[in-house]
């Protein structure tokens, strides 16, 4: 059964950098388009990031785009998350998300409905 796991969340600097990591101990992660989300407390969880399965396809929010970079190495099963720039803004839980295996569209759309397995999440905090 694939079960994500979210690794890397720190207390960061503001303009400080810090790479998040989603594994998983299977090596079907490869087939899976990855998302990441992030939540703060009274927020809704908000779409960040996405890459499909073999890096082809990547998305960004408006909000991480030109800071954040994502990338794959399906060899080793996980997706990272760099992120530059940081601010108190990108304060928050961060969580790494599957979507399905369909055929058609991939990597579309940033929103929770998309994503059918989560993992526990990670926090990052960057101080003012």
């Known amino acids: 059964q694939l079960q994500l796991v979210e690794s890397g969340g720190d207390l960061v600097p503001f303009g400080g950098s810090l790479t998040l990591s989603c594994t998983t101990s299977?090596?079907?992660?490869?087939?899976?388009?990855i998302g990441w989300f992030r939540q703060v407390p009274g927020r809704e969880r908000e779409g960040i990031s996405c890459?499909?399965?073999?890096?082809?396809?990547?998305k960004y929010a408006d909000s991480v785009k030109g800071r954040f970079d994502i990338s794959r190495n399906n060899a080793n099963n996980t997706v990272y998350l760099r992120m530059n720039s940081l601010t108190p803004e990108d304060t928050g839980v961060y969580y790494c998300?599957?979507?399905?295996?369909?055929?058609?569209?991939?990597?579309?759309?940033?929103?929770?409905?998309?994503?059918?397995?989560w993992g526990q999440g990670t926090q990052v905090t960057v101080s003012s």
């Open positions: 299977v090596s079907t992660l490869q087939y899976y388009t």
């Open positions: 890459i499909s399965s073999m890096g082809r396809t990547i």
């Open positions: 998300a599957a979507e399905p295996l369909r055929t058609g569209y991939v990597c579309e759309k940033l929103i929770t409905s998309e994503y059918f397995r």
